[in-house]
């Protein structure tokens, strides 16, 4: 990995922490985009999510999940308060982040199952974004709509391990 984007990857891992201790802790809402502007102007933007997405993947890996339902309902309850409907002002946007997140949480909580070994399930990790986009994100997404897809996969990995490391 680069200098630069160890160190932007880095940085925005640190924000996403930081705002997701905060939002557990205030109960507020925080607009998502808003944590990763830093790499707006980064020319491979994909890599960086790829960083990450291993990051807390790696993390969740040294955990085991007994009872992953009630789990996912506490990362729900977290994430909640990023919903991208909040900030959405008509009803068809609003409809289109509600599929949006839809398909984030089957893959995010997928990855979670098997990063905490539930059922004695595994996951070869590094993981490529390209992968995840292949086999993972839906027909439901649109190709524009595809970032956001990834940042709140990139959310709910990290609410899973805000939960895990704070208990």
């Keep these: 990995m680069k ?4 160190i932007l ?3 925005i891992i640190l924000t996403i922490n930081e705002t997701i201790k905060k939002i ?6 925080c607009k998502l985009e808003n944590i990763f502007n830093s790499i ?5 933007k994909n890599k960086i999510y790829e960083n990450i997405i ?14 992953i339902k ?4 506490e990362v729900e309850y ?4 990023f919903d991208y409907a909040y900030f959405a002002y008509d009803n068809e946007i609003k409809r289109r982040c509600y599929v949006i997140q839809e398909c984030a949480e089957g893959v995010a909580n997928d990855l979670v199952a098997k990063c905490c070994k539930y059922n004695d399930r595994r996951i070869k990790l590094p993981l490529s974004l390209d992968i995840l986009e292949i086999y993972s994100i839906n027909y439901e997404v649109t190709a524009l709509e595809i970032e956001k897809v990834i940042l709140w996969i990139i959310l709910r990995l990290a609410v899973a391990y805000y939960l895990l490391t704070n208990k």
């Design 78 to 81: 977290i994430s909640c308060f």
């Design 40 to 44: 707006e102007s980064f020319d491979d």
């Design 70 to 73: 009630s789990f996912l309902t």
């Design 54 to 67: 291993n990051y807390y993947l790696r993390a969740l890996n040294d955990f085991e999940i007994a009872d």
């Design 9 to 11: 990857s880095d940085n």
């Design 24 to 29: 557990a802790k205030d109960n507020t809402y």
């Design 3 to 6: 200098n630069d984007e160890k």
